[in-house]
């Protein structure tokens, strides 16, 4: 199975076999990721993870990234058709994706209660999802529970690159190309919200107070994104989170420290039918 079909939108998904005896793990990718981009360097660092912990695995791109179908591109009012806005992202994107799409998805790959793994975007997915529905346990890789100046900084200094020699094979627009059908509507629909003036109040901390599954949370000291206050804010609101800072790591661990994550991990998940 490479695609499955949510309200009338086909999405990108793909397989990690595995022991179906535990608990399978979801991975939920970043602003711009897909599910090509979960390889790193050679290294698809999904798999390398269900193999040490003896799991299968499910990725899929959301809509308008990767192989998945693209979000309509229309201008004029906000408005909804079943979980999809149509045109731009409004700041509610994440809560619909973790609410509303993800849900589905689950229950037409036969998932009952999965581990989420999210990484940026997909970590505070994980995390909304976890709040409102049951899961064995979430991992949370450099989460955004609020908005934070430096992130909106790189961001902006993104979309500069994005627009910067448009042509040039070694460009931000043409390295993303390789990994998306559509790559002008995959960054413009994550840029344009998250600069909006309307996701500045954006802050999920109060909701997420209800999570009571298991939660490690993973946040490089070197990331560009955001800061250790994402994870400190988190321990805040959620009794027992476990929180694992990386050396040497920018905005994607699994990139920068897939070994030391990897062991991380699957320490925190040998606790986890």
Not at 80 to 97: A, K, Q, T, V
Not at 145 to 163: N, T
């Amino acid at each position: 199975m490479n695609r499955i079909v949510i309200s009338g939108v086909g999405l990108e998904v793909a397989h990690i076999p595995g022991s179906t005896n535990k608990s399978p793990l979801v991975f939920l990718h970043e602003g711009l990721g897909s599910v090509s981009l979960w390889q790193q360097r050679g290294r698809l660092w999904p798999a390398e993870l269900c193999a040490a912990t003896g799991r299968t695995g499910w990725i899929y791109s959301r809509r308008g990234y990767g192989q998945s179908d693209p979000v309509e591109d229309v201008r004029g009012p906000p408005r909804r058709s079943g979980p999809w806005h149509i045109g731009r992202h409004e700041p509610d994107y994440m809560h619909l994706e973790a609410n509303e799409v993800l849900p589905q998805v689950l229950q037409q790959l036969d998932i009952g209660r999965p581990v989420l793994v999210g990484h940026s975007d997909g970590a505070t997915i994980a995390l909304l999802h976890a709040a409102n529905h049951d899961v064995a346990g979430c991992v949370a890789l450099a989460p955004h529970v609020f908005v934070e100046e430096m992130s909106l900084k790189a961001i902006a200094q993104a979309k500069a690159l994005f627009q910067a020699a448009p042509q040039s094979a070694d460009g931000l627009r043409q390295r993303l190309a390789r990994h998306h059908r559509d790559v002008d509507n995959a960054f413009w629909q994550w840029n344009d919200v998250w600069l909006s003036e309307a996701f500045r109040t954006f802050d999920i901390r109060a909701e997420i107070r209800t999570i009571a599954s298991p939660l490690l949370m993973v946040q490089g000291l070197e990331d560009e994104y955001g800061s250790m206050e994402q994870l400190r804010s988190i321990e805040t609101v959620i009794a027992g989170a476990l929180r694992l800072e990386l050396a040497q790591c920018g905005h994607s661990p699994h990139r920068d420290q897939p070994d030391h994550l990897t062991e991380a991990v699957k320490s925190f998940l040998s606790r986890i039918v």
